[in-house]
């Protein structure tokens, strides 16, 4: 592994899902692809948690969560307050977001890939 390889795996992924097991679930997958996890319950906890860090470089967040703010909204919100964040959305509900997902922002349909998530979080970090 080259220092490259090293620097470009320090990323850090925030992952925000409400369901505690596919939570835990979502943080082995970054995790296992060599990058580090920051897990939030909510689109709340999410927007505290960078507020408070500067290290984070891809939001991976489900869309159907509580206290009123969903991952589509969240990915709007990053999209608005941290534009070089990058964002993964996923959703067990909706098949295509069509207009509603914000730029430079990746949808992916419940069940998905880990393959998919994981070479993609690769591409956004180049």
Same mark, same amino acid.
């Given at each position: 592994m080259t220092m490259a390889d090293i620097v470009k795996n320090a990323a850090i992924i925030l992952v925000v899902e409400d369901e @505690? !097991?596919?939570r835990l679930a979502a943080v082995d997958l970054v995790e296992a692809a060599g990058y580090e996890a920051v897990a939030a319950a909510d689109a709340t906890e999410a927007v505290a948690i960078l507020e408070s860090r500067n290290d984070i470089r891809v939001v991976f967040t489900d869309v159907d969560m509580p206290r009123g703010v969903d991952g589509m909204? !969240? &990915?709007a919100i990053i999209r608005d307050r941290w534009? @070089?964040?990058k964002v993964i959305v996923v959703s067990g509900h909706i098949q295509d977001p069509g207009n509603r997902i914000p &730029?430079?922002?990746v949808f992916f349909a419940k @069940?998905?890939?880990e393959e998919q998530i994981v070479e993609t979080i690769r591409q956004m970090l180049q």
């Open positions: @505690p !097991l596919l909204r !969240l &990915a534009p @070089p964040i &730029a430079e922002t @069940p998905y890939r």
